[in-house]
């Protein structure tokens, strides 16, 4: 064995938690992914739409593109085709004209009610290795992580 293959071997405890929390992340978005491309759609648009409900069905593209993690030139690449699929429709803020904002549409809506209950079964079912206990601790460490 080499220098570098021992180096990133032995890794830091706190580097296999990490490693391993992107590692279970990118297997449950795998399966989600799969899901939303059998409907047709891929999962990114589908988080779009999500934030955008999440925030009462409408939100500026700014504060989209901060919630999604992409930047603001990176935002229009996906808002895009929800817009000419019919999903969301852009229009002039009312406060400040110079803005635009972003609103799911009726058909957005319905895409999402129709298929968000299967989805989260779909990732349930990845998730099934952990039982109740397990998942509310996991939670409460995530979030612990997520405050700093």
Known sequence: MDDLQQYVLDQPLHTQAFFTLVEATANLVAISEKYWQSKGI??????????????GGTILPSVLAHKIG???????LLLT???KDGYIIRASDTL?????????????????????????????????????????????LLQKLNRG
């Open 70 to 76: 992409v930047t603001k030139a990176n935002i229009s």
């Open 81 to 83: 085709p929800l817009e």
């Open 96 to 140: 400040d004209g110079r803005k635009s904002v972003i609103s799911i549409t009726s058909a957005g809506q319905q895409l999402l009610m129709e298929h968000l209950p299967n989805n989260r079964q779909t990732v349930a079912e990845g998730m099934k290795g952990l039982n109740v206990q397990e998942l509310q601790l996991l939670i409460s």
């Open 42 to 55: 891929s999962g990114a648009r589908i988080r779009v739409l999500v934030e955008i409900a999440k925030q």
